[in-house]
Nanobody, 123 residues
Framework: QVRLVESGGGSVQAGGSLRLSCAVS????????LAWFRQAPGKGREGVAA???????LYADSVKGRFTISRDNAKNTVYLQMTSLRPEDTAIYYC?????????????????WGQGTQVTVSS
């Protein structure tokens, strides 16, 4: 059974940094894209960053230059390094595994999700 478990969330002041991790288990095929999404209170789920098997990456415009997604296939882990954090980055962050062959920041292309980790950025 595919399972994704996020860690690394917390509270930080604006301008600070956090590193999120997502441990993926239940499969060993690295052909699937992995991504980070976030959902702020009262808002829909937003794609933040995605990475495919070849380590190509996609980023939302709002995080380009500040966030970096990476993956370690040997450890079955995907990371999100977040720097220059802003109060508007406050949200629950979810990692997700894509449907085979897909790679995007569109939530319907992802069929396995973690339970999320809270990130709070204060001004």
């Amino acid at each position: 059974q595919v399972r994704l478990v996020e860690s690394g969330g917390g509270s930080v002041q604006a301008g600070g940094s956090l590193r999120l991790s997502c441990a993926v288990s239940g499969y060993t095929d690295s052909n699937y894209a992995l991504a980070w999404f976030r959902q702020a209170p009262g808002k829909g789920r937003e794609g933040v960053a995605a990475i495919n098997r070849g380590a190509d990456t996609l980023y939302a415009d709002s995080v380009k230059g500040r966030f970096t997604i990476s993956r370690d296939n040997a450890k079955n882990t995907v990371y999100l390094q977040m720097t220059s954090l802003r109060p508007e980055d406050t949200a629950i962050y979810y990692c997700a595994r894509g449907v085979l062959g897909s790679w995007s920041l569109w939530a319907p292309n992802y069929n396995y999700w973690g339970q999320g980790t809270q990130v709070t950025v204060s001004s």
